[in-house]
Protein backbone atom coordinates (compact mmCIF):
# COMPACT_ATOMS: atom_id res chain seq x y z
CA UNK A 1 0.00 0.00 0.00
CA UNK A 2 1.49 3.53 -0.40
CA UNK A 3 -0.02 6.63 1.41
CA UNK A 4 -1.11 9.19 -0.97
CA UNK A 5 -2.14 12.91 -0.86
CA UNK A 6 -4.44 14.69 -3.50
CA UNK A 7 -4.17 18.16 -4.06
CA UNK A 8 -7.61 19.38 -3.77
CA UNK A 9 -9.31 23.02 -5.25
CA UNK A 10 -11.28 24.17 -1.75
CA UNK A 11 -12.24 27.23 -1.17
CA UNK A 12 -12.66 27.78 2.62
CA UNK A 13 -14.41 30.59 5.04
CA UNK A 14 -12.39 32.18 7.66
CA UNK A 15 -14.90 34.17 9.25
CA UNK A 16 -18.04 31.78 10.18
CA UNK A 17 -19.93 34.31 12.58
CA UNK A 18 -18.67 37.46 10.33
CA UNK A 19 -20.40 36.06 7.16
CA UNK A 20 -23.14 34.86 9.48
CA UNK A 21 -23.68 38.30 10.75
CA UNK A 22 -22.96 39.76 6.71
CA UNK A 23 -25.16 37.36 4.99
CA UNK A 24 -28.32 37.26 7.44
CA UNK A 25 -28.05 41.61 7.67
CA UNK A 26 -29.12 41.02 4.09
CA UNK A 27 -32.32 39.89 4.32
CA UNK A 28 -33.84 42.65 5.84
CA UNK A 29 -35.74 40.23 8.93
CA UNK A 30 -37.21 43.54 10.66
CA UNK A 31 -39.32 43.58 7.63
CA UNK A 32 -40.86 40.47 7.63
CA UNK A 33 -41.03 39.40 11.60
CA UNK A 34 -42.23 41.69 14.27
CA UNK A 35 -40.38 42.78 16.95
CA UNK A 36 -39.91 40.90 19.52
CA UNK A 37 -41.25 37.76 17.66
CA UNK A 38 -40.49 33.96 18.10
CA UNK A 39 -38.02 32.36 15.38
CA UNK A 40 -37.60 28.96 15.07
CA UNK A 41 -34.27 27.57 13.87
CA UNK A 42 -34.58 24.29 12.44
CA UNK A 43 -31.36 21.94 12.86
CA UNK A 44 -30.79 18.80 11.52
CA UNK A 45 -28.75 15.75 12.29
CA UNK A 46 -25.90 16.31 9.30
CA UNK A 47 -22.05 16.63 10.77
CA UNK A 48 -22.15 19.86 9.52
CA UNK A 49 -18.75 21.01 10.01
CA UNK A 50 -18.46 24.40 11.86
CA UNK A 51 -22.17 24.11 12.59
CA UNK A 52 -22.34 25.06 16.58
CA UNK A 53 -20.64 28.11 15.49
CA UNK A 54 -22.84 28.54 12.75
CA UNK A 55 -26.19 28.35 14.92
CA UNK A 56 -24.70 30.35 17.67
CA UNK A 57 -23.59 33.41 15.51
CA UNK A 58 -27.28 33.09 13.95
CA UNK A 59 -28.82 33.07 17.34
CA UNK A 60 -26.84 36.12 18.25
CA UNK A 61 -27.62 37.90 15.08
CA UNK A 62 -31.62 36.92 16.32
CA UNK A 63 -31.42 38.54 19.58
CA UNK A 64 -29.37 41.70 18.59
CA UNK A 65 -32.29 42.29 16.02
CA UNK A 66 -34.92 41.92 19.58
CA UNK A 67 -36.11 38.51 18.01
CA UNK A 68 -36.53 35.69 20.68
CA UNK A 69 -35.24 32.84 19.08
CA UNK A 70 -35.30 28.84 19.41
CA UNK A 71 -34.13 25.71 18.10
CA UNK A 72 -36.25 22.66 16.85
CA UNK A 73 -34.60 19.45 15.83
CA UNK A 74 -35.54 18.67 12.15
CA UNK A 75 -34.46 15.92 10.78
CA UNK A 76 -37.65 13.30 9.75
CA UNK A 77 -37.75 10.31 11.50
CA UNK A 78 -33.80 10.31 12.87
CA UNK A 79 -33.01 9.72 16.50
CA UNK A 80 -35.16 6.69 16.90
CA UNK A 81 -38.06 8.80 15.55
CA UNK A 82 -38.45 9.94 19.09
CA UNK A 83 -37.83 13.86 20.92
CA UNK A 84 -35.83 12.66 23.09
CA UNK A 85 -33.60 10.80 20.32
CA UNK A 86 -33.77 13.70 18.49
CA UNK A 87 -32.44 15.75 21.49
CA UNK A 88 -29.47 13.30 22.04
CA UNK A 89 -28.41 13.70 18.12
CA UNK A 90 -28.08 17.54 18.36
CA UNK A 91 -26.15 17.00 22.08
CA UNK A 92 -23.65 14.35 19.99
CA UNK A 93 -23.24 17.99 17.47
CA UNK A 94 -22.19 19.65 20.39
CA UNK A 95 -25.66 21.65 19.77
CA UNK A 96 -26.57 22.24 23.34
CA UNK A 97 -29.44 25.31 24.79
CA UNK A 98 -25.84 26.27 26.73
CA UNK A 99 -23.65 26.59 23.35
CA UNK A 100 -25.61 28.16 21.30
CA UNK A 101 -27.63 30.53 23.44
CA UNK A 102 -31.30 29.26 22.92
CA UNK A 103 -33.76 27.14 24.05
CA UNK A 104 -34.31 24.03 22.36
CA UNK A 105 -37.86 22.73 21.59
CA UNK A 106 -37.92 19.22 20.69
CA UNK A 107 -41.68 17.17 20.19
CA UNK A 108 -42.64 14.79 16.90
CA UNK A 109 -45.85 16.77 16.61
CA UNK A 110 -46.92 18.48 13.66
CA UNK A 111 -49.24 20.62 12.19
CA UNK A 112 -50.56 20.98 8.70
CA UNK A 113 -50.30 24.03 7.29
CA UNK A 114 -51.59 23.42 4.33
CA UNK A 115 -51.72 21.43 0.46
CA UNK A 116 -50.25 20.93 -2.42
CA UNK A 117 -51.99 21.46 -5.66
CA UNK A 118 -51.60 17.46 -5.94
CA UNK A 119 -53.86 17.61 -2.32
CA UNK A 120 -50.75 16.36 -0.40
CA UNK A 121 -51.13 17.60 3.36
CA UNK A 122 -48.30 19.96 4.28
CA UNK A 123 -46.68 19.40 7.90
CA UNK A 124 -44.76 21.33 9.97
CA UNK A 125 -42.81 20.63 13.44
CA UNK A 126 -45.81 22.18 15.91
CA UNK A 127 -43.39 24.41 17.47
CA UNK A 128 -41.76 26.16 14.37
CA UNK A 129 -45.67 26.14 12.84
CA UNK A 130 -46.53 27.88 15.76
CA UNK A 131 -43.59 30.45 15.57
CA UNK A 132 -43.51 34.00 13.85
CA UNK A 133 -41.18 33.12 11.74
CA UNK A 134 -38.90 29.93 10.83
CA UNK A 135 -35.15 30.88 9.40
CA UNK A 136 -33.92 27.75 7.77
CA UNK A 137 -30.15 26.64 8.13
CA UNK A 138 -28.97 23.67 6.34
CA UNK A 139 -25.79 22.40 4.04
CA UNK A 140 -26.72 22.21 0.52
CA UNK A 141 -25.21 19.33 -1.26
CA UNK A 142 -26.21 16.44 -3.86
CA UNK A 143 -28.26 14.26 -2.27
CA UNK A 144 -27.68 9.92 -2.19
CA UNK A 145 -31.23 9.21 -3.69
CA UNK A 146 -32.94 12.42 -4.80
CA UNK A 147 -31.93 13.66 -8.39
CA UNK A 148 -33.21 16.88 -9.81
CA UNK A 149 -32.68 20.76 -9.77
CA UNK A 150 -32.49 20.74 -5.81
CA UNK A 151 -31.51 17.55 -3.71
CA UNK A 152 -30.06 17.81 0.22
CA UNK A 153 -30.78 21.44 1.29
CA UNK A 154 -32.88 24.47 2.62
CA UNK A 155 -35.93 22.63 0.67
CA UNK A 156 -35.50 19.30 2.33
CA UNK A 157 -35.17 20.82 5.85
CA UNK A 158 -37.89 22.65 5.37
CA UNK A 159 -39.88 19.36 4.26
CA UNK A 160 -38.69 16.14 5.03
CA UNK A 161 -37.22 17.80 8.39
CA UNK A 162 -39.97 19.92 9.84
CA UNK A 163 -42.26 17.45 8.69
CA UNK A 164 -41.04 15.28 11.32
CA UNK A 165 -41.67 11.14 11.30
CA UNK A 166 -45.28 11.84 9.83
CA UNK A 167 -44.28 14.65 7.37
CA UNK A 168 -40.57 12.49 6.10
CA UNK A 169 -42.65 9.51 5.44
CA UNK A 170 -45.68 11.45 3.11
CA UNK A 171 -43.11 12.98 1.35
CA UNK A 172 -40.43 10.05 0.58
CA UNK A 173 -43.83 8.27 -0.59
CA UNK A 174 -44.73 11.27 -2.99
CA UNK A 175 -41.59 11.58 -4.19
CA UNK A 176 -41.37 8.06 -5.48
CA UNK A 177 -43.97 9.15 -8.24
CA UNK A 178 -42.61 12.71 -8.62
CA UNK A 179 -39.04 12.99 -7.67
CA UNK A 180 -38.08 15.19 -4.66
CA UNK A 181 -37.83 18.72 -7.28
CA UNK A 182 -41.46 18.62 -8.33
CA UNK A 183 -42.60 17.79 -5.13
CA UNK A 184 -40.10 20.71 -3.33
CA UNK A 185 -41.43 22.88 -5.95
CA UNK A 186 -45.39 22.01 -4.60
CA UNK A 187 -44.82 22.03 -1.14
CA UNK A 188 -42.23 24.70 -0.19
CA UNK A 189 -44.25 28.02 -1.77
CA UNK A 190 -47.01 26.04 0.91
CA UNK A 191 -44.52 25.90 3.99
CA UNK A 192 -43.11 29.41 3.14
CA UNK A 193 -46.36 31.36 2.89
CA UNK A 194 -48.43 29.41 5.97
CA UNK A 195 -45.23 28.84 8.40
CA UNK A 196 -43.98 32.36 7.80
CA UNK A 197 -40.17 31.42 6.23
CA UNK A 198 -38.25 34.46 6.51
CA UNK A 199 -35.33 32.92 4.74
CA UNK A 200 -32.31 30.69 4.65
CA UNK A 201 -29.02 30.25 5.14
CA UNK A 202 -27.53 27.66 3.10
CA UNK A 203 -23.84 26.32 3.71
CA UNK A 204 -21.66 24.59 1.11
CA UNK A 205 -18.72 22.71 2.37
CA UNK A 206 -15.26 21.91 0.36
CA UNK A 207 -13.79 18.59 -0.57
CA UNK A 208 -11.90 18.86 2.86
CA UNK A 209 -15.21 19.12 4.95
CA UNK A 210 -14.45 22.65 5.64
CA UNK A 211 -17.22 25.59 5.57
CA UNK A 212 -16.95 26.60 2.21
CA UNK A 213 -19.37 29.64 1.61
CA UNK A 214 -22.59 30.57 3.81
CA UNK A 215 -25.58 32.58 1.87
CA UNK A 216 -28.34 34.38 2.92
CA UNK A 217 -31.55 33.51 1.13
CA UNK A 218 -34.75 35.46 0.97
CA UNK A 219 -38.11 33.38 1.19
CA UNK A 220 -39.29 34.26 -2.44
CA UNK A 221 -36.29 32.65 -4.28
CA UNK A 222 -35.28 29.76 -2.39
CA UNK A 223 -35.73 27.23 -4.99
CA UNK A 224 -33.86 29.10 -7.62
CA UNK A 225 -31.18 30.32 -5.23
CA UNK A 226 -30.89 26.67 -4.13
CA UNK A 227 -30.57 25.04 -7.50
CA UNK A 228 -28.03 27.41 -8.66
CA UNK A 229 -26.00 26.45 -4.76
CA UNK A 230 -26.25 22.86 -5.67
CA UNK A 231 -24.57 23.78 -8.76
CA UNK A 232 -21.91 24.89 -6.88
CA UNK A 233 -21.96 21.84 -3.97
CA UNK A 234 -21.37 19.37 -6.57
CA UNK A 235 -18.16 20.97 -8.41
CA UNK A 236 -16.77 20.92 -4.96
CA UNK A 237 -17.89 17.34 -3.39
CA UNK A 238 -14.95 15.23 -2.78
CA UNK A 239 -14.18 12.03 -5.49
CA UNK A 240 -11.76 9.22 -5.60
CA UNK A 241 -8.83 9.62 -7.28
CA UNK A 242 -9.39 6.71 -9.58
CA UNK A 243 -13.04 5.24 -11.09
CA UNK A 244 -12.14 1.22 -10.68
CA UNK A 245 -11.16 -0.43 -7.65
CA UNK A 246 -11.12 -4.07 -6.97
CA UNK A 247 -11.89 -3.33 -3.31
CA UNK A 248 -12.95 -0.14 -1.13
CA UNK A 249 -12.30 -0.34 2.50
CA UNK A 250 -13.81 1.96 4.22
CA UNK A 251 -12.60 2.68 7.70
CA UNK A 252 -15.84 4.11 8.99
CA UNK A 253 -19.28 5.14 7.69
CA UNK A 254 -22.39 6.90 9.54
CA UNK A 255 -24.76 9.66 9.36
CA UNK A 256 -22.41 11.97 10.35
CA UNK A 257 -20.48 11.02 7.04
CA UNK A 258 -23.41 10.72 4.67
CA UNK A 259 -27.37 10.30 4.63
CA UNK A 260 -26.78 6.67 3.64
CA UNK A 261 -23.30 6.30 6.05
CA UNK A 262 -21.25 5.44 2.74
CA UNK A 263 -21.99 8.07 -0.11
CA UNK A 264 -23.35 6.50 -3.51
CA UNK A 265 -22.16 9.61 -4.96
CA UNK A 266 -18.26 8.64 -4.58
CA UNK A 267 -18.70 5.22 -4.18
CA UNK A 268 -21.40 4.77 -7.02
CA UNK A 269 -23.10 2.20 -4.56
CA UNK A 270 -26.73 2.88 -5.30
CA UNK A 271 -29.99 2.44 -6.90
CA UNK A 272 -30.48 1.73 -10.50
CA UNK A 273 -32.78 4.42 -10.11
CA UNK A 274 -30.36 6.72 -9.26
CA UNK A 275 -28.02 5.95 -11.30
CA UNK A 276 -30.38 6.67 -14.36
CA UNK A 277 -31.26 9.75 -13.20
CA UNK A 278 -27.52 10.74 -11.76
CA UNK A 279 -26.68 11.38 -16.19
CA UNK A 280 -25.73 15.06 -16.00
CA UNK A 281 -23.01 17.61 -16.51
CA UNK A 282 -21.04 17.75 -12.87
CA UNK A 283 -21.85 14.91 -11.64
CA UNK A 284 -19.10 12.22 -10.69
CA UNK A 285 -18.41 9.76 -13.60
CA UNK A 286 -19.12 6.20 -12.91
CA UNK A 287 -17.54 4.95 -10.21
CA UNK A 288 -16.96 0.83 -10.94
CA UNK A 289 -16.72 -0.71 -7.27
CA UNK A 290 -16.03 -4.80 -6.80
CA UNK A 291 -16.36 -4.94 -3.50
CA UNK A 292 -17.36 -2.55 -0.58
CA UNK A 293 -16.02 -3.46 2.98
CA UNK A 294 -16.65 -1.23 5.61
CA UNK A 295 -14.98 -1.67 9.57
CA UNK A 296 -17.13 0.21 11.85
CA UNK A 297 -19.60 3.18 12.59
CA UNK A 298 -19.06 6.04 13.51
CA UNK A 299 -20.25 7.36 17.62
CA UNK A 300 -22.36 10.08 16.09
CA UNK A 301 -24.84 7.92 13.89
CA UNK A 302 -26.07 6.49 17.33
CA UNK A 303 -26.09 2.66 15.83
CA UNK A 304 -27.89 4.11 12.40
CA UNK A 305 -26.39 2.42 10.05
CA UNK A 306 -28.68 3.02 7.25
CA UNK A 307 -26.74 2.28 4.24
CA UNK A 308 -24.99 -0.96 5.64
CA UNK A 309 -27.26 -2.66 2.39
CA UNK A 310 -24.96 -1.40 0.03
CA UNK A 311 -21.68 -2.90 1.87
CA UNK A 312 -20.66 -6.43 0.97
CA UNK A 313 -18.67 -7.56 4.44
CA UNK A 314 -18.51 -5.74 8.09
CA UNK A 315 -16.67 -7.40 10.97
CA UNK A 316 -18.74 -8.72 14.08
CA UNK A 317 -17.05 -5.87 15.84
CA UNK A 318 -19.23 -3.26 13.28
CA UNK A 319 -22.30 -5.56 13.54
CA UNK A 320 -22.36 -5.31 17.04
CA UNK A 321 -22.67 -1.71 17.19
CA UNK A 322 -25.77 -1.64 14.79
CA UNK A 323 -28.90 -0.65 16.17
CA UNK A 324 -31.01 -2.26 13.59
CA UNK A 325 -34.89 -0.29 15.26
CA UNK A 326 -33.00 2.73 14.19
CA UNK A 327 -32.34 1.58 11.24
CA UNK A 328 -34.90 -0.30 9.81
CA UNK A 329 -37.23 2.85 10.75
CA UNK A 330 -34.92 5.21 9.10
CA UNK A 331 -34.94 2.89 5.78
CA UNK A 332 -38.46 2.76 5.87
CA UNK A 333 -39.30 6.12 6.09
CA UNK A 334 -36.75 6.96 3.35
CA UNK A 335 -38.59 3.81 0.88
CA UNK A 336 -35.20 2.42 0.85
CA UNK A 337 -35.34 -1.21 2.60
CA UNK A 338 -32.60 -2.15 0.47
CA UNK A 339 -30.46 -0.05 1.99
CA UNK A 340 -30.74 -1.41 5.70
CA UNK A 341 -30.52 -5.08 4.47
CA UNK A 342 -27.94 -7.08 6.09
CA UNK A 343 -24.23 -7.59 4.53
CA UNK A 344 -22.19 -10.68 4.52
CA UNK A 345 -20.93 -10.87 8.47
CA UNK A 346 -17.25 -11.85 8.96
CA UNK A 347 -15.23 -12.55 12.49
CA UNK A 348 -12.91 -9.56 11.87
CA UNK A 349 -10.95 -6.93 9.60
CA UNK A 350 -8.49 -9.84 7.75
CA UNK A 351 -11.36 -11.49 6.85
CA UNK A 352 -13.36 -9.50 5.60
CA UNK A 353 -10.60 -7.89 3.29
CA UNK A 354 -9.18 -11.55 2.62
CA UNK A 355 -12.74 -12.31 1.56
CA UNK A 356 -13.44 -9.43 -0.63
CA UNK A 357 -10.05 -10.28 -2.28
CA UNK A 358 -10.96 -13.86 -2.74
CA UNK A 359 -14.31 -12.57 -4.38
CA UNK A 360 -13.27 -10.41 -7.50
CA UNK A 361 -12.73 -13.02 -10.01
CA UNK A 362 -9.35 -13.92 -11.32
CA UNK A 363 -7.52 -10.88 -10.19
CA UNK A 364 -4.37 -12.05 -7.69
CA UNK A 365 -4.51 -10.16 -4.25
CA UNK A 366 -0.98 -8.90 -5.46
CA UNK A 367 -2.33 -6.91 -8.28
CA UNK A 368 -5.23 -5.92 -6.73
CA UNK A 369 -6.68 -2.55 -7.02
CA UNK A 370 -7.64 -1.70 -3.54
CA UNK A 371 -8.16 1.76 -1.86
CA UNK A 372 -8.38 2.36 1.28
CA UNK A 373 -10.17 5.31 2.61
CA UNK A 374 -10.97 7.01 6.46
CA UNK A 375 -14.55 7.06 5.29
CA UNK A 376 -16.15 9.10 1.84
CA UNK A 377 -16.56 12.71 3.28
CA UNK A 378 -12.71 12.54 3.98
CA UNK A 379 -10.70 11.71 0.64
CA UNK A 380 -7.33 14.15 0.72
CA UNK A 381 -5.43 11.27 2.07
CA UNK A 382 -5.98 7.63 1.55
CA UNK A 383 -4.05 4.41 0.74
CA UNK A 384 -4.01 2.72 -2.55
CA UNK A 385 -2.20 -0.69 -3.29
CA UNK A 386 1.31 -0.88 -5.53
CA UNK A 387 -1.46 -1.56 -8.96
CA UNK A 388 -2.26 2.32 -8.62
CA UNK A 389 1.56 3.67 -8.37
CA UNK A 390 2.16 4.38 -11.90
CA UNK A 391 -1.11 6.41 -12.03
CA UNK A 392 -0.05 7.82 -8.95
CA UNK A 393 3.08 9.20 -10.19
CA UNK A 394 1.92 10.42 -13.37
CA UNK A 395 -1.35 12.22 -11.49
CA UNK A 396 -0.40 16.27 -11.15
CA UNK A 397 -2.71 16.23 -8.58
CA UNK A 398 -1.34 13.48 -6.46
CA UNK A 399 1.83 12.85 -4.37
CA UNK A 400 3.53 9.64 -2.61
CA UNK A 401 3.68 10.59 1.16
CA UNK A 402 4.97 7.28 2.29
CA UNK A 403 6.21 4.47 0.13
CA UNK A 404 4.70 0.74 0.20
CA UNK A 405 3.88 -0.61 3.36
CA UNK A 406 1.94 -3.92 4.08
CA UNK A 407 -1.88 -4.20 5.76
CA UNK A 408 -0.85 -5.13 9.19
CA UNK A 409 -3.71 -6.52 11.87
CA UNK A 410 -3.22 -7.22 15.47
CA UNK A 411 -3.60 -10.50 17.61
CA UNK A 412 -7.59 -10.34 17.24
CA UNK A 413 -7.48 -9.83 13.26
CA UNK A 414 -8.34 -6.26 13.50
CA UNK A 415 -6.40 -3.62 11.10
CA UNK A 416 -4.04 -1.14 12.68
CA UNK A 417 -2.87 2.15 10.92
CA UNK A 418 -6.21 3.18 9.65
CA UNK A 419 -6.97 6.01 7.42
CA UNK A 420 -8.57 7.97 10.18
CA UNK A 421 -5.18 7.81 12.24
CA UNK A 422 -3.32 9.34 9.12
CA UNK A 423 -6.25 12.05 8.35
CA UNK A 424 -7.06 13.07 11.73
CA UNK A 425 -4.66 12.14 14.52
Not at 163 to 181: C, I, N
Not at 198 to 207: D, M, S, V
Not at 330 to 340: D, E, L, Q, R, S
Request: glycine letters at 10%; one cysteine or more; proline letters at 5%.
Amino acid sequence: MLTIRRRVEAPCEDNVAGTVHRELAGLDLSSRIPTGGTVAVPVGSRGIRNIVQIIGSVVAFLKEKEFVPFLVPAMGSHGGGTAEGQLQVLTSLGITEESVGAPIRASMETIVVGETPRGLPVHVDRHAGQADAILVVNRVKPHTEFRGSVESGLLKMMLIGLGKLEGAVLYHRAAMHTGFSVLAGEASPVVIEKARVAGGLAILENARDETARIVAVGPEEMFEREAALLEEALALIARLPFPEADVLLVDRMGKDISGVGVDPNVTGRGSLEAWERRQKELRPGRVDITRLVVRELTPATHGNALGVGLVDFIPERMEAQIDWGKTDLNAITAMVPYKARRPVVLANDRECISTALATCGLVEPAAARLMHIADTLHLEILRVSEAYRRQVEEGEDMEILEEGDFLTFDASGNLQHPVTDITFS
